[in-house]
């Protein structure tokens, strides 16, 4: 049961598995979703549930995520089903990996129509679109831009060109050097992106907005932002549908898990809140919304760059991140499948990459077109885009994290997680074990069953 070693290849270094997991971590989630999420609900007292999400519960689910998938060293279908049966546990385990898969492939049919409003603000940045806009000329940019399903359907189909393209390659050929080099860059621009939102921008007022928590901002939907607050944090993590199982599968042995939890987490909230700190600034400057939805970035930012020197450079630059951001992200919502294709079906990696980004690109369709030609068309009161990003993030993510907390506090044994963990019995092992067994499922079981609660109310209604 304890294999050194993936079919499919392995990180070369701790590095290269630090800056993966991070890579699968840090994108759209932190960029696009966080600073709507955390406006749609007020600013502070969502960023401070975000943050306690990520700490209690995001950390320990993410260790057990990366133990699980170590153990396994296999898909995390077929690492489910290793380890069940290893324990001596029902093999019905194994469907936290297919719902893993479903969820996956949920996440990158409209991850990769967000990507691709990324590339189409490239070419618009830097062709000198933004210059002097206003927000009426924002927003006109913006739903011009998803009006238009040819357009859309374009640049979803090159962005998935793109993650197959790399998965197709495998993990060191492909992930490793990818991420290798986008991720710090990433980093760097992003910095550079806070420094003009301190010298341009209402700086403090963002500071307030995003550090100062009122619950007051909670009133009435309370369980519903402390869901989205949950379901941010799985989300921002890749938690909860094996992305971080799969990446695990193929660290070494020699590596601390705890560790490298630590930071990936940590570098992921820093992306967010810096994230927020680069956007805020800007829109309180302008007067701008900040509950304006999955627009938020899409519709101020323009603004900000129209009226700043050099504005179509670093307005180019700023997509181009926040493009390597969601690739690098979107290769891990796709390995799960690959490697259980390649596993289970024998299939070469190339062929299954392509399958599986085929099958992906023919559901965004049905989200590109959710935008336009089909907007009438309603699920509980949502668009297919919408649909799938409520569905994954908060219910299928926390839920999948639910099970995975379940079977690694439960169903394996102690003297396995301290094994795979390499955690003597002292007090940082107790505390997780504490967190993974009782906070964890407890604290996402209780949200979870209230939205359902929720969800029954407003669906029959
Ligand atoms: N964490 C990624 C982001 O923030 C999205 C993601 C979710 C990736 C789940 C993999 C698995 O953009």
């Known amino acids: 049961m304890t294999a050194t070693s993936s079919i499919h290849g392995m990180w070369s270094t701790r590095l290269a598995f630090i800056l993966a997991a991070s890579g699968s971590a840090v994108g759209l989630g932190n960029i696009w979703r966080f600073p709507y999420t955390a406006g749609e609900y007020g600013g502070g007292a969502f960023v401070l549930v975000y943050i306690l999400c990520v700490v209690l519960i995001g950390v320990p689910i993410m260790m057990a995520e990366i133990m699980l998938g170590r153990r396994g060293r296999r898909s995390p279908i077929n690492t489910m089903r290793a380890l069940a049966?290893?324990?001596?546990?029902?093999?019905a385990w194994q469907l936290l990996g297919w719902m893993g898969i479903v969820a996956g492939f949920?996440?990158?049919?409209?991850?990769?129509?967000?990507a691709g409003w990324t590339m189409g603000y490239i070419f618009r940045a830097a062709s000198g679109l933004f210059t002097e806009i206003d927000a009426t000329g924002a927003g006109e940019m913006f739903s011009g831009l998803i009006g238009d399903a040819e357009r859309l359907l374009a640049w979803h189909t090159i962005f998935?060109?793109?993650?197959?393209?790399?998965?197709?390659?495998?993990?060191?050929?492909?992930?490793?050097?990818?991420?290798?080099i986008l991720?710090?860059?990433?980093?760097?621009?992003?910095?550079?992106?806070?420094?003009?939102?301190?010298?341009?921008g209402d700086f403090d007022t963002a500071v307030?907005?995003?550090?100062?928590?009122?619950?007051?901002?909670?009133?009435?939907?309370?369980?519903?932002?402390?869901?989205s607050a949950m379901g941010q944090a799985f989300f921002s993590l890749s938690l909860g549908m094996g992305a971080i199982?799969?990446?695990?599968?193929?660290?070494?042995?020699?590596?601390?898990?705890?560790?490298?939890?630590m930071i990936i987490a940590g570098l992921d909230t820093l992306v967010a809140l810096l994230a927020g700190l680069a956007i805020f600034p800007i829109?309180?400057?302008?007067?701008?919304?900040?509950?304006?939805?999955?627009?938020?970035?899409?519709?101020?930012?323009?603004?900000?760059?129209?009226?700043?020197?050099?504005g179509s450079f670093f307005g180019a630059l700023f997509f181009v991140l926040l493009l390597f951001a969601a690739w690098t992200s979107a290769i891990s919502l796709l390995e799960p499948l690959v490697a259980w294709l390649v596993e289970n079906l024998s299939f070469s990696r190339v062929r299954a990459s392509v399958l599986g980004g085929l099958t992906?690109?023919?559901?965004?369709?049905?989200?590109?077109?959710?935008?336009n030609a089909w907007s009438e068309v309603k699920i509980f009161g949502k668009g297919f885009l919408d649909l799938f990003d409520f569905l994954t993030a908060n219910i299928l993510l926390p839920l999948g994290g639910v099970l995975i907390a379940i079977f690694a506090g439960w169903m394996l044994s102690r003297a396995s997680s301290s094994d795979e963990l390499q955690m003597d019995d002292g007090p940082a092992y107790r505390l997780w074990r504490l967190l993974i067994r009782y906070v964890a499922p407890i604290a996402v079981g209780i949200v979870l069953l209230n939205a359902v609660g929720v969800l029954g109310w407003i669906g029959l209604g």
């Open 183 to 200: 991720m710090p860059a990433l980093f760097v621009l992003l910095v550079v992106m806070v420094g003009y939102g301190m010298q341009a």
């Open 106 to 114: 949920l996440i990158l049919s409209f991850y990769s129509v967000i």
């Open 245 to 261: 199982m799969i990446y695990g599968s193929y660290l070494k042995r020699d590596s601390s898990i705890a560790q490298n939890t």
């Open 208 to 227: 307030a907005y995003l550090f100062e928590p009122d619950f007051a901002e909670f009133q009435g939907k309370a369980g519903e932002a402390i869901l």
């Open 160 to 180: 998935m060109v793109m993650v197959v393209l790399v998965v197709a390659r495998g993990v060191a050929g492909g992930l490793e050097k990818a991420v290798r």
């Open 85 to 91: 049966s290893a324990e001596g546990r029902a093999p």
């Open 360 to 371: 992906v690109w023919l559901l965004g369709i049905a989200c590109l077109l959710s935008l």
């Open 283 to 310: 829109v309180f400057a302008h007067g701008l919304a900040p509950d304006s939805g999955p627009g938020l970035i899409f519709q101020t930012l323009p603004i900000a760059f129209g009226d700043m020197p050099g």
